[in-house]
């Protein structure tokens, strides 16, 4: 029995799910739209972040190509891609400061990137690496279980084995499908999680589930979504990574309407009920 003169515990505030809404195929034409407006109207900060991503793909081919690995050229271009979403959180927070009317500029756009290192950012990071990792490493078991231990001298020599003999074959076959899992599998964890880690205070589980919540409520649009993203991607690194420095810009401003769109603005408090 509750003492005279007490008072009641009250219950500590519950922050309910984010609000995922469905979206159509209109929505990511009207996020493109967004996103290419974002870049013409911060091209700076676009061209700055997109030059990071290119850069870094340049620079681990070349370094393949260093240590006489070309042949894995194609398969790190390919892993490299996955990991796109991290480089564009500072687009994410261009975007929002535009969205809001604030003043851009370097120190605050950078400074909001440096102060991720601490947060929950950091840990879908970890999610990118671990599943670039797990590409890296199925790609070489892959190799090893069809082409065996031997190794290529140039990647002209790579790709004539692989296109040109059975076991090359099924190495692609096996390889793609085995990626195209792994894509799928990142893809729904990531699309919608950078972006609200960005803009929320939420851990990245929460962020992840709201992000596959996403995918699974607007299926089509977001498969659509996908393969815009993986085409324009491909076509951005065939001229040595140059594309990127206008493509990624674009596809993460473009991520940034796309989330505002698919989550509902979150309520100012929410408290349990008793």
């Given at each position: ?249 674009v596809l993460g401003h473009t991520t940034w309407h796309l989330y505002r769109r698919c989550v509902a603005p979150e309520p100012a408090a929410t408290v349990a009920s008793?």
């Amino acid at each position: 029995m509750q003492e005279q003169g007490t008072t009641a515990p009250v219950p500590p505030a519950v922050r309910r799910d984010p609000v995922v809404n469905a979206i159509g195929i209109t929505d990511i034409v009207d996020a493109l739209a967004a996103g290419l407006r974002d870049f013409r109207r911060a091209p700076q900060f676009g061209l700055f972040f997109g030059a990071i991503y290119a850069g870094g793909g340049l620079l681990i081919i070349l370094t393949a190509s260093a240590f006489q690995m070309s042949y894995l050229s194609y398969p790190l271009a390919a892993g490299f891609a996955l990991i796109g979403p991290f480089i564009a959180v500072g687009l994410y927070e261009v975007s929002r400061r535009l969205e809001a009317g604030e003043t851009l500029s370097w120190p605050s756009v950078l400074g909001v990137v440096w102060a991720q290192r601490g947060r929950e950012i950091s840990w879908m990071a970890f999610v990118v690496l671990f599943v670039l990792i797990m590409w890296m490493y199925q790609v070489r078991l892959l190799l090893a279980l069809f082409l065996g231990f031997q190794s290529f001298a140039t990647f002209g020599e790579f790709v004539s084995e692989v296109v040109s003999t059975p076991e090359g074959l099924m190495f692609l076959l096996v390889g793609h499908v085995v990626g195209a899992i792994l894509s799928v599998i990142l893809f729904s964890l990531t699309v919608i999680s950078f972006p609200l880690l960005m803009d929320r205070d939420r851990d990245f589980i929460t962020a992840m589930i709201t992000s596959v919540r996403a995918v699974v409520t607007s299926p089509l649009p977001m498969v659509g979504w996908a393969i815009v993203v993986t085409v324009t991607l491909i076509i951005s690194m065939m001229p040595a990574f140059m594309g990127l420095l206008v493509t990624l810009p674009v596809l993460g401003h473009t991520t940034w309407h796309l989330y505002r769109r698919c989550v509902a603005p979150e309520p100012a408090a929410t408290v349990a009920s008793t």
